[in-house]
Each structure stands twice: as C-alpha cells, then as structure tokens.
C-alpha cells in the first residue's frame, strides 16, 4: 500500500451492508479483515479509525421490509442488531459504527452534493434504461443481453423517469492517469486491470436520482427526488470522519488508507467513488482492495447453505479465533476460497491445537518444573539459539510488507512457520535431557528463555489475528500486552524480557476437533446441499413423481463382513453382497448401535447406484437403509421375511 504519512490516522473501512440480508461470513471475512488491519497498527502505536456500518436506503431495502409487513427503519433497526451482535462476538474492534439514516449521514452527503453541484458536475435529464433492484446497479442493453443482469442473472426492469446525472464522463482522464500512476490504488492487481479496461472503454454519465420510490434521502436542491442508494451509501465513509460536521477531525482522518470491500462492489468503489470525490476536490482513498468470494463446501452461499457457516454457530462451535484465524489463513485475500468444514477442522487441529497449543503447553509446562515456574534468565548463545533469534526478528520485520498488501495469508503462514521453528528447536535441544545434568543447568536456561522469548513474539505477532489467544499466550508467560507509553518497536527486540517473570499454566489453547464431529457436520452439510430445493418445514416434504423414486436402485443384500473404522466411534466398515456375486464396500454410521458380530449375515437395503464416497478416508460404495428412534438410536431396515440379495426392493 506504500507508507501514508506517520502522523495521519490509519484509516480503514468496510463495505456498509445491506439491511435486507442476515450477516453471513462474507461480511465477516471483510469485518474480520479490517480488524486486522486496525489491531495491527494499533499495537504499533497509530491513531487508528476503523469504520463499518449499515447500508439501509434503497428499493431493496423498502421492498424487502414491505414483503415482511415492516417499515423500511424497523426492518434496518433488527438487522442492525444482528450486525452489531456478530461483530461483538467476532471481537471486531471498530471505532465507529454508521447508519445511513443518521442525521450526521444526512449532512455528509448534502455536503459533498452540493460540492459536486457547484462544480457544475450535476445537471437534470431524463433517465432510460435497465435496472436491477437486487444489485441497485444501471446496466445498458448490451450488458444485459438475453440472460438478465450480468451481475446476478436476475431480470432487470426497465426505468424511464427525470432524473439528475453526475458527470462522470469529464473524470475518464482524470481517473484514467490516477490508476496508472498509482499501481497500489487498485488492489489485486488483476482487479486493477479489470478496472483499467472498464474505464479505457468510456465512462457514461450517471444517473443519481429516482423518483419512483421515496425510502432514501432526497436531492438537496429538489426534494421529490432521492438519491441513487449508491451516491448516499459511499458517502458513509465521508460522514464518519466529519465531513458537514466536524472539519478538523475530518482532515485528520480522510483520506480512507484502506476500502477493503468484495470484488463485486469494485467498480462502485473503483470508478464512481473517485470520480465523485474528484468532483467535490476531497483527495481519494489510497488503496480500494477487492477480495474475493467464499462458497461452502464447494457450493454457492445459498440461504440453508449459509447456516452451517453462520458466524455465530461457528464461534460456538469452534471457538472466535480459530474462525479468525481459517478464514484469514485458508485463502490468500484476493482470491475466491471454499469454506469446507473438513478443512476448517484439519487446520484447527494441525495448527493451532497441535502446532500453536503444544508449543506453549510444552514450554510453560518446563519452566514450571524445572525452573519452579520463573522464566530463568539466559545465558551463553550457540549457533541454535542465533538462528532461531534472527528467524523470530525476521518474522516480526515481515510483516509490515505483509499488511502493507493485505496479505493475510502469507503473514500467517510465515508466523506459523516461527512456531514450527520453535518446535524443532525444543526438538533439537531437548531441555528434558538437559535438565538430567546439572551441568547442563545453564544451558536449560538459555532453551527455555529462548523458548518464552519466541513466545513472546508470538504473542506480539498473532495479536492482530487472534486477541484471545495472544492474551491467553502472554498471561501464561507473565508478561503483559504492551507496556502504556513503551514504543513497539522496544517491545518487539529480541531480549524484550529479561526473564524473572513468574508463569501461570493455564488450560489448553485450543482443543482437538474430534474427526468423528467432522464427518458428522460433513454429512449434514451434504444433506442441506441436497435439500436445498426443499421446503424449510419438515413435514412438509415435497411431492416427487414415481419416475424419480425409481431413479434410486435400491437392492436387497447381505452383509459378509463388518468391522470399525478406524479412528471413528461412529462408523462401520461392511462388506455386502449385493447379487450375482458381487460385493460392495459400505461405510454406515451404525457403530453406536450394533457390534460388527451382531451384523453378519443380516438382510439389508442398499442404495446401490449412489455416487461413492469417503468417510475417514475409507470408499463407500453406496449406503445402507436405516431407520431413527426420537432418542436417535439406529435401527436397520430388514425384511419380513428372508430375501436373497439382489432382490429389488419398491
Ligand atoms: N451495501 C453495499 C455496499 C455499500 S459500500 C458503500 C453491499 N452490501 S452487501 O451487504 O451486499 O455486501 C457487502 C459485502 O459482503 C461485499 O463486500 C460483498 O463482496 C461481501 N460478500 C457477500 N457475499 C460474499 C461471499 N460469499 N464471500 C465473500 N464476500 C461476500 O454490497
């Protein structure tokens, strides 16, 4: 991003969301991103502004309230809650939190309206052309084509009315040479070019106002009109720092450092905002960062998709920093990523249970017995403890240029990678067989100050990514966050400490995930994918045609074989014949109900054209029929009377 000017407050923000949506974790992957971002210089001792908020005007937003018998304003003050909920919980550390339908709102965009208006950059017309209310966004005929919106694939509605435009048209040049000459005002650099081509190709005037609906704030200089939802929505980033308010906080504060949004809001942020800000003679933000997108379990966020990544069950379940720390660690930021279960508990386990949580137990747990629980003092180095000491130095100097490129990714992995180094340097010195000899006493010293010195820098480094856990780390250690008034870059030099601070173990950093609990939150999300289509009340089932019932080959077999899987409480491992001599290998989670001896030789009902699967890492070749008491105990479907296998069951 380039180095902004020491004084000036970092100022970063998020898209303001859409009031009509529940928070899913795409907002919480650009909340938790600028969180970063803030907590980061913050610890490095700069005023910090970080801004996010609610987006509550627009024809999406009134006609969503209508469908549920709402006013627009009670439909945005539940969906504030939410909001501000989920980021409580997610311990986003914003300083500030808008609503457009403040009043403070209101003078900021009257403010730069009438800057631009003075300009000469606002004139009345009359408006034709194609609008999709889903998206809030003007396409032209060709955009649309035959498939509906380009953006959603949605129809689009055709809007002829009076409305003001904004001269876009007289800043092409103007925006044209700003992206070119500052390569880091568009970031990722491919979403840069996308932009470069975009405006290469022209830039349109812009309709701004409408008058078909009235749930927005009206044109300062003509009332019966409002203003396009996403004039007054970028404006949020003016308002919170004062603009039409607070002049001197205003110039402290704007320009914007960062507008970190989702790459489906770039040109918004990429072509309009630059363009209306170049108009009204306000400086520009320095970096627009477009992330990219999550799916779930390879699969697009749809609405039942989205409650097994709900924010909030995800903190419950796992816990606040390890969801913290996968959707920062999974994907680099401008990329799209998928947000799979399996994988969320495999990095949960690996990194942070294992890797991160040993790491300090083993470590703590040391200096409590063999040093009765004071971090001794070192003494002599040798080349072990050199190297480990500049490869902590050097990670803590990374990770400027990290941030300066929202690299979250590549800054984890480079934290993480002290943390293995410090794993194989107690591999490599082995306190334990020092602290056989009491010659080596010494040595044992300098390992284990050694040890709770990277510790220390762990706890510095993984602050900005995970507070608890940095907080957890640094108590254990007995030693606190920063000292008031001590300069970072003091705290963050190797020797920091000098040891003589008393630790206190303390439980585990992160629990290991249960694989067992994956395949299940596996398998119910393959169930929810499945029942996407079907209606949300359960007995409410949805009517299928025999065809499509006869599409299931379903078989009678008989199980040969049954044995654990290995590693699973849940699973069983069967082996069915399934006639005409062939066997099949099935994986059923039946273990808590029947002991692999009472299964052979029963009479079953298998799916025998399912697609195969893994479960723990084992091939099941279709699945048996079974059935589920309330108390949830498993029963198999069997026959009244005995079937050959390959029989065909209807
Ligand atoms: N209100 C506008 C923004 C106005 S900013 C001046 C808006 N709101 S939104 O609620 O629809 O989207 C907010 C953000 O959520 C966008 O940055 C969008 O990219 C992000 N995401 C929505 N779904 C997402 C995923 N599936 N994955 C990642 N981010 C996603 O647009």
Redesign the pocket.
């Known amino acids: 991003m380039g180095d902004p000017p020491a004084a000036k407050t970092f100022y970063v923000t998020t ?4 009031v009509n ?1 529940v928070p ?4 919480a ?2 909340t938790l991103s600028a969180d970063v971002l803030a907590r980061y210089h913050r610890l490095r001792g700069r005023e910090v502004f970080f801004l996010t908020g609610t ?1 509550e005007h627009g024809q999406k937003v009134q006609r969503s309230a209508a469908e549920q018998g709402l006013e627009p304003i009670e439909l945005a003050d539940r969906t504030v809650e939410r909001f501000q909920a989920i980021w409580e919980a997610l311990h986003i550390s914003n300083d500030d939190f808008i609503r457009t339908t403040e009043p403070r709102h209101r003078r900021a965009v009257e403010a730069i309206f009438r800057r631009i208006d003075e300009a000469g950059d606002i004139y009345p017309g009359e408006y034709e052309g194609l609008y999709c209310v889903p998206c809030e966004t003007f396409w032209t005929e060709l955009q649309v084509g035959e498939g509906g919106c380009p953006s959603c694939g949605r129809p689009v509605e055709t809007v002829r009315e009076k409305s003001y435009f904004f001269r876009m048209s007289r800043y092409e040049k103007r925006l044209l040479e700003h992206i070119e000459r500052h390569p880091e005002f568009i970031q990722p650099e491919s979403r840069r070019n996308e932009i470069l081509s975009f405006v290469r190709q022209g830039l349109k005037d812009l309709s701004i106002s409408r008058t078909t609906f009235d749930w927005g704030l009206p044109v300062p200089t003509d009332p019966s009109h409002v203003l396009y939802v ?1 004039f007054d ?2 404006t ?2 003016l308002t919170a720092p004062g603009l039409g308010t607070d002049p001197e906080r205003f110039e402290r504060i704007w320009p914007a450092d960062v507008h970190l ?5 770039l040109r ?2 990429a072509v309009y905002w630059p363009t209306f800000l170049m108009a009204a003679g306000l400086p520009l933000p320095r970096v627009v960062f477009g ?5 779930v379990e390879g699969q697009k ?1 749809s609405k039942s998709l989205r409650n097994v990544v709900d924010p909030l069950w995800l903190i419950e379940t796992y816990g606040v920093d390890a969801v913290r720390y996968f959707l920062l660690r999974e994907v680099s930021f401008g990329a799209d990523g998928d947000f799979s279960h399996r994988a969320f508990i495999g990095r949960l386990n690996a990194d942070l249970a294992n890797d991160l949580g040993n790491l300090l137990s083993r470590t703590v747990g040391m200096i409590q017995k063999y040093c009765d629980g004071v971090v001794p003092e070192p003494s002599e180095e040798t080349a072990l403890e050199v190297a480990f000491r500049e490869r902590a130095e050097a990670v803590m100097v990374a990770q400027d240029g990290f941030m300066a490129q929202c690299a979250f990714q590549k800054a984890l992995i480079n934290i993480f990678e002290l943390v293995a180094a410090a794993n194989k340097y107690v591999d490599e010195t082995a306190p334990f067989k020092l602290a056989k000899r009491e010659a080596d006493r010494p040595r044992l010293r300098t390992v284990l100050y050694t040890l709770a010195e990277g510790l220390r820098f762990l706890r510095l480094l993984t602050d900005p990514y995970m507070p608890t856990t940095a907080a957890k780390i640094g108590c254990q250690l007995g030693i606190p966050a920063l000292e008031p008034g001590r300069p970072f870059n003091e705290v963050s030099r190797w020797g920091g400490t000098e040891g003589g601070q008393t630790i206190h173990e303390g439980p585990k950093l992160f629990p290991r995930i249960e694989e067992d609990r994956a395949v299940a939150i596996h398998e119910e999300v393959a169930r929810l994918a499945d029942a996407e289509e079907a209606p949300p009340e359960e007995d409410a089932v949805e009517e299928i045609g025999i065809e499509e019932f006869q599409r299931v080959s379903l078989r009678t077999a008989r199980i040969v074989a049954a044995e654990p899987v290995p590693k699973s409480k849940k699973l069983l491992k069967l082996t069915v014949e399934v006639g005409g001599g062939e066997q099949r290998q099935l994986v059923a989670g039946i273990a808590q109900d029947y002991t692999p001896e009472a299964l052979v030789g029963k009479s079953v009902v298998v799916v025998t054209n399912l697609k195969p699967a893994r479960l723990m890492g084992v091939e099941s070749q279709g699945m048996v029929l079974a059935g589920e008491t309330p108390e949830g105990k498993v029963v198999l479907a069997t026959f009244d009377e005995p079937l050959e296998p390959g029989c065909v069951v209807k």
Request: charged share 15%; net charge negative; glycine share 10%.
């Open positions: 898209p303001i969301y859409y949506d899913h974790i795409g907002h992957y650009t987006d996403w929505a970028l949020n980033y949004i989702g790459k489906d809001i918004f942020h992330h990219g997108w999550w799916t966020m």
